[in-house]
Structures are given as C-alpha cells and as structure tokens.
C-alpha cells in the first residue's frame, strides 16, 4: 500500500513559479513510477508527467515539456513538480498518482492517488 499527499499548491501570477511535492508512506515507495496530472472542472483528468521509480526515465505532456521538471527523492519518499513560467491555463487541481507496473500517460491505469492540491495561475 502506498499512500500520496501532495502539498505546494497556491495562487501565482502568470510567469510565477511553484513546486509541488508528493509525499509518499509506504517502504516499496521507492519501486513505484509516479505520475502527475491535472484537472479542471467538467474536463476529464490529463497527462502532465511522469517519473520511472529510478528518476532514470521522465515523460512530459507537450503543454508544459520545458517549463515543468520532475523529480525525486527515495530517500525522503517524494516526488517534486517545478512548474516555471505558469500560464493561466495551468489552473487546475493537481494530483499525484503512483503504480508498481505502469508510468505512462493513461491516469485509470495508475492504482494509488494522492487528493490533490489547487494551483491557480492568475494574469
């Protein structure tokens, strides 16, 4: 069993920058890929990026591939999301999501989730 927080999300003004983190129980943490992904209200949940379990291997949407940056920590069982140059239509809310076998862009294929965290970009 894994458990997620996420933690990091607020209110910045177009071109800001914020970083999210993925705060993770569990002692297998570290054999996970995890994911993250954003929703907004009446839209289906969407790809933002991904991270292997060894931090090896990383895959962004192509809306933010440049200014997002994932990484990780197994040490501290935590997985960060440096988001730069924020854009209004970054606002949304963002969850973390971890899986044993999969770390792709499919978030029903992902087994464990975190509750999300609001990031409101405003112009």
């Known amino acids: 069993q894994v458990q997620l927080v996420e933690s990091g999300g607020g209110s910045v003004q177009a071109g800001g920058s914020l970083r999210l983190s993925c705060a993770a129980s569990g002692r297998t943490f570290s054999s996970y890929a995890v994911g993250w992904f954003r929703q907004t209200p009446g839209k289906e949940r969407e790809f933002v990026t991904a991270?292997?379990?060894?931090?090896?291997?990383?895959y962004y949407a192509d809306s933010v591939r440049g200014r997002f940056t994932i990484s990780r920590d197994n040490v501290k069982n935590t997985v960060y999301l440096q988001m730069d140059s924020l854009k209004p239509e970054d606002t949304a809310v963002y969850y973390c999501?971890?899986?044993?076998?999969?770390?792709?862009?499919?978030?029903?294929?992902?087994?464990?989730w975190g509750r999300g965290t609001q990031v409101t970009v405003f112009s």
């Open positions: 991270i292997s379990w060894s931090g090896i291997k990383t």
């Open positions: 999501a971890a899986d044993a076998n999969y770390s792709g862009t499919h978030y029903n294929l992902y087994n464990y």
